[in-house]
């Protein structure tokens, strides 16, 4: 009887284990020059920003690369006419009525750190979800005027990985509908 002792004791899986984190590192250091853009990004003061950069950002391949803690600070004249306008919106501290006027000059914010080559895609959508603004370290100041126009609705995410997966996808689609 002859018995493998590296499968017996599991170091097969652990060597396989290795050589796969190996290559994912290798890969991710070939794509990943290390550049990084850093963005601060308000919401009109009640919960904090981090889950709605989430929710505007991962469904579209956005990675984040870290995300700073909410914090609670009061906002500029030119930041409050921003954060009025997404307040007017949402109704988030307005609904709750006369009380809710001393919360307007007051923001909740987070830092926002993602790759810089999809820096300006991640601003263009933090803006499109008009429900928080980028009040500093913004890289197109026709984002915020591109997002204006689609009124908070969020562009259809993607969900394949290639072209030609999509048409495939597209195309059994057709065929369904038209009877094929």
């Known amino acids: 009887m002859c018995v493998d002792l590296k499968q017996l004791f599991g170091i097969k899986d652990i060597a396989d284990d290795v050589k796969a984190v190996t290559k994912d590192l290798r890969n991710s250091l070939r794509n990943d020059t290390g550049e990084t ?3 601060t990004v308000q919401k009109p003061f009640c919960c904090g920003p981090r889950q709605l950069v989430m929710q505007a950002l991962q469904p579209y391949g956005v990675k984040i690369i870290s995300l700073g803690e909410d914090q609670r600070v009061n ?3 030119k930041d409050y006419a921003q954060l009025a306008k997404i307040e007017l919106k949402r109704m988030e501290n ?3 009525g006369p009380m809710a006027v ?3 000059p007051m923001a909740m914010q987070c830092t926002v750190t993602v790759k810089k080559a999809q820096a300006e895609w991640a ?3 933090i803006e499109r979800s008009k429900r928080m603004c980028v009040i500093k370290g913004g890289i197109n100041s026709r984002n915020r005027d591109w ?3 689609h009124d ?3 562009p259809r995410p993607w969900v394949e990985k290639s072209c030609s997966e999509g048409n495939s996808i597209w195309k059994q689609v057709n ?3 038209n009877g094929k």
């Open 37 to 39: 853009h850093t963005f």
């Open 75 to 77: 906002v500029s004249v």
């Open 94 to 96: 307005l609904r709750y």
């Open 102 to 104: 001393m919360w307007l």
């Open 123 to 125: 601003e263009y959508l």
């Open 147 to 149: 997002a204006n126009r």
């Open 152 to 154: 908070g609705k969020m």
């Open 175 to 177: 065929e369904v509908q």
